[in-house]
T-cell receptor
């Protein structure tokens, strides 16, 4: 399967713990995006990378959220000191450079904070 | 700011019925418009898009026309199938980013035999 891969698919954590999610984009896709989707809502854009550069992070939900893409390939999204309100589906997408290109989404990581 | 409003679901139809899912938007300028679909257990997939006013996007029997005068991009299909059961999302890009998308809340479609 050469689609966008996310790991883990499900994560249950206790409030206050840190969690990290991984996204492997389609190879050779320069752009990588993170979204959050809460129940009954559409995805909400969080941040994106072009190669290893994080070009926008102003929409990350708080300073507890951070993302990296150290070598321009896979990316990680970390949430520190999780809260119950962080429970959601976290989606990753990737696309080639250029305008008019389609973004391909992974199946997401479902986070439950108890 | 820019936004997308979709009709609330769920929409329940019998097979072969006509489908309309309404989408209206608020945006600066004339952005591209998209419909994404999320089938059960799968990731979001681009269903169709339109890049300028009066364009019609189409795919898998679905169509949507970019109407700037009514700021709408309604999704239609003439004859739905059980396999079309999914959640449908209307979306547009933030200014300056083609795939930095603003999504509507989604409309769940259930098609019964």
């Amino acid at each position: 399967d050469t689609g966008v891969s996310q790991d883990p698919r499900h994560k249950i954590t206790k409030r206050g713990q840190n969690v990290t999610f991984r996204c492997d984009p389609i190879s050779e896709h320069n752009r990588l995006y993170w979204y959050r989707q809460t129940l009954g809502q559409g995805p909400e854009f969080l941040t994106y990378f072009q190669n290893e550069a994080q070009l926008e992070k102003s929409r990350l939900l708080s300073d507890r959220f951070s993302a990296e893409r150290p070598k321009g390939s896979f990316s990680t999204l970390e949430i520190q000191r999780t809260e119950q309100g962080d429970s959601a589906m976290y989606l990753c997408a990737s696309s080639p450079l250029g305008t008019g290109t389609e973004a391909f989404f992974g199946q997401g990581t479902r986070l439950t904070v108890v | 700011g820019d936004s997308v409003t979709q009709m609330e679901g769920p929409v329940t139809l019998s097979e072969e019925a006509f489908l309309t899912i309404n989408c209206t938007y608020t945006a600066t300028g004339y952005p591209s418009l998209f419909w994404y679909v999320q089938y059960p257990g799968e990731g979001l997939q681009l269903l169709l898009k339109a890049t300028k006013a009066d364009d019609k996007g189409s795919n898998k029997g679905f169509e949507a026309t970019y109407r700037k005068e009514t700021t709408s991009f309604h999704l239609e299909k003439g004859s739905v199938q059980v396999s079309d059961s999914a959640v449908y999302f209307c979306a547009l890009p933030f200014s300056g980013g083609y795939n930095k998308l603003i999504f509507g809340a989604g409309t769940r479609l259930a098609v019964h035999p």
